[in-house]
């Protein structure tokens, strides 16, 4: 199958190389023209045999409602758009109305994998009409991972990157957890050795998990964090969650509590972010702030 893919940063790059390996045809563009296949978004769209499909990969926000603008003047009817950045899912609605208008096709797709999606696969939650998803499906399945789960078509309009958002949010949640374990194994004088202490947990154990696995990775790095400011940035998407939460009257003490620690994190240098740095760094390449 033939897609364009706009935006090729860590994500988008990546998702480029493993649909090229699957056997499709990409052409990708971005601002970078060290990475990018074509010129402009005029000329990505030139080179697409109709019916086109095009995948934005790009910062939520004015960046994504710049290239929907673009491509709402550049497609025709029965073109499809995919959204696959971390746009917040009321902006779906929005710009699948507006596409609409042109008879474009509208896809929202939330993405989970980081920098670790050209090896493992990427999940993805989507949501749209039938016609678009069952139509991409082939572009779907090359970015998956392996085996019968990593893909669900969630709902309509905006229901992929509603999951997606919830997903981050239980994310914070359970980065938060790790967080505050290890600091306070750290913190007593009776266990001399927390990085092992995690690494037991990785086998046998009710919490092993891929974050736990990362954690581990960060420390076999740098054993006590010691390189690390106690800063995390929030991408977003927990706020969202929160503010969902509240809308729809669903209590979501832990979640919210990790919100709120992020926002402690920049008042004071705080050891738990320095771990929640550290695994947003491993699993996502999120920048990190050196002492």
Known sequence: ???????????GGNMRERLRNAGH????YDTNPDVSDVSSLADLVDQLDAPRTVWVMVPAGHATQTVIDQLGSLLKPYDTVVDGGNSRWTDDEKHAKELGAHGIGFVDAGVSGGV???????????GGEKEHVDRLRPIFEALKPEGPYGFVHAGKVGAGHFSKMVHNGIEYAMM????EGWELLEKVDSVDNVREVYRSWQDGTVIRSWLLDLAVAALDEDEHLEKLKGFAQDSGEGRWTVEAAIDNAVPLPAITSSLFARFASRQDDSPQMKMIAALRNQFGGHAVESK
């Open 25 to 28: 045809t990409v052409i990708g």
């Open 176 to 179: 938060q957890a790790y967080a």
């Open 116 to 126: 670790w999606g050209l090896q493992n696969g990427y999940a993805l939650m989507v």
């Open 1 to 11: 199958m033939q897609i364009g893919l706009v935006g090729l940063g860590k994500m």
